[in-house]
């Protein structure tokens, strides 16, 4: 299955808000409520190109709306990924928009690799359930009784091998 970016270039004003229209319609179908909160931490996520840090989210609150907890910021982001909208990548210690437009996310996220680019900090969101399932035998075969919550593959991407391109 082919890779999914996480983190695609600056969307416009308008994917932004197809995305969110989206987001709000898997929340309903599964009845879960995207509250103006949480859709707005989404949205702010999204406008950091789909990856940002907590903190980096929260100052975006205050600018907005002042004084804000950080809690406030970190329930949304709960929120977010339980319905699995958002991902957590804890090599980047960062939150990265889960891309919506594969099939329904039906895949947990233990059924999600993401891959990391250690230069440029690119991740690319994979549900490779053949790839996964090899994991999860090698585990049990080396690791009897642990149990991969998620799958996080760091390296380089392509564009970090290109040569760059001469002037």
Excluded: W
């Amino acid at each position: 299955m082919s890779p999914t970016n996480a983190s695609p270039p600056r969307p416009s004003p308008a994917e932004v808000a197809r995305r969110l229209d989206r987001a709000q319609a898997l929340c309903a179908a599964r009845g879960a409520q995207l509250t103006a909160l949480r859709r707005e931490v989404l949205e702010l996520l999204l406008l950091r190109q789909g990856s940002a840090k907590a903190y980096d989210l929260h100052d975006d609150m205050r600018e907005r709306h002042g004084r804000v907890a950080p809690t406030t910021v970190y329930r949304a982001l709960e929120f977010l990924m339980e319905q699995q909208l958002v991902h957590r990548v804890d090599a980047l210690n960062c939150f990265v928009v889960c891309n919506l437009d594969h099939s329904p996310h039906t895949h947990p996220h233990d059924h999600t690799m993401m891959l990391v680019c250690s230069r440029c900090g690119q991740v690319t969101e994979m549900h490779d359930d053949p790839a996964i399932e090899a994991i999860r035998r090698a585990l049990q075969d080396d690791a009897p009784g642990f149990h991969a919550t998620g799958i996080e593959i760091k390296g380089v991407c392509g564009a970090c091998q290109s040569p760059p391109a001469s002037s």
